[in-house]
């Protein structure tokens, strides 16, 4: 079954870090690109980043930078990310999610086909 | 802010068709893909592409594509298109992916 399952929820104090895990199965773990993506309470979508395959390049957001680090171990087919020096802002559902890319009459698309159910992190004192 | 912009709400009447727009100047030379988000749940995937539908999306929901803007119509809407619906796609330095801020879609 192709699915990628996450760590469970996290309650931290601000200034600390969390890691979350995202574990894949069910297709080849090198073959695509991974994405996180966070949700707060009531609003949109958030893209944070992406890790390559082979886990030797990474893209953040801007305003994250500095504060995120995605890693991914191909030998357990496992993707990771963690937020450092967390405020109550970054309270919010997190999301793994694989992205597939491909071309449409010379266009480029990218696009999320399967997603993490989600790890809801909540920052507080 | 960002790069790719949605109207915040739309309505439709119930059978009817109704257009969501996303448009940003990354999508002059990208495609957008389309999500589709009910409460409480992880955003599906609807639209990729030119009009490309994952399995088990309806024919009644449709992308397209003209300058900046992408668009994801849905014809024949139903109770059950309530959702939010969002766009994603590269940002306009290449560099980086960006979400649109989503719209919520009512059915009345």
């Known amino acids: 079954q192709v699915q990628l399952v996450q760590s469970g929820a996290e309650v931290k104090k601000p200034g600390a870090s969390v890691k979350i895990s995202c574990k894949a199965s069910g297709y080849i773990f090198t073959n695509y690109w991974m994405h996180w993506v966070r949700q707060a309470p009531g609003q949109g979508l958030e893209w944070m980043g992406v890790i390559n395959p082979s886990g030797d390049s990474t893209r953040y957001a801007q305003k994250l930078e500095g504060r995120l680090t995605m890693t991914r171990d191909t030998s357990t087919t496992t993707a990771y990310m963690e937020l450092s020096s967390l405020r109550p802002e970054d309270t919010a559902v997190y999301y793994c999610?694989?992205?597939?890319?491909?071309?449409?009459?010379?266009?480029?698309?990218?696009?999320?086909?399967?997603w993490g159910r989600g790890t809801l992190v909540i920052v507080s004192s | 802010s960002s790069e790719l912009t949605q109207d915040p709400a739309v309505s439709v009447a119930l059978g009817q068709t109704v257009r969501i727009t996303c448009q940003g100047d990354?999508?002059?030379?990208?495609?957008a893909s389309w999500y589709q988000q009910k409460p409480g749940q992880a955003p599906l995937l609807v639209i990729y592409?030119?009009?490309n539908r994952p399995s088990g999306i309806p024919d009644r929901i449709s992308g397209s594509s003209s300058g900046n803007t992408a668009s994801l119509t849905i014809a024949g809407a139903q109770a059950g298109d309530e959702a939010d619906y969002y766009c994603?796609?590269?940002?306009?330095?290449?560099?980086?992916?960006?979400f649109g801020g989503g719209t919520q879609l009512t059915v009345l």
């Open positions: 994603f796609s590269r940002d306009s330095s290449g560099d980086r992916w960006v």
């Open positions: 592409g030119k009009n």
């Open positions: 999610v694989r992205d597939t890319s491909a071309t449409y009459d010379g266009r480029p698309c990218w696009f999320l086909g399967l």
């Open positions: 990354s999508l002059r030379s990208s495609y």
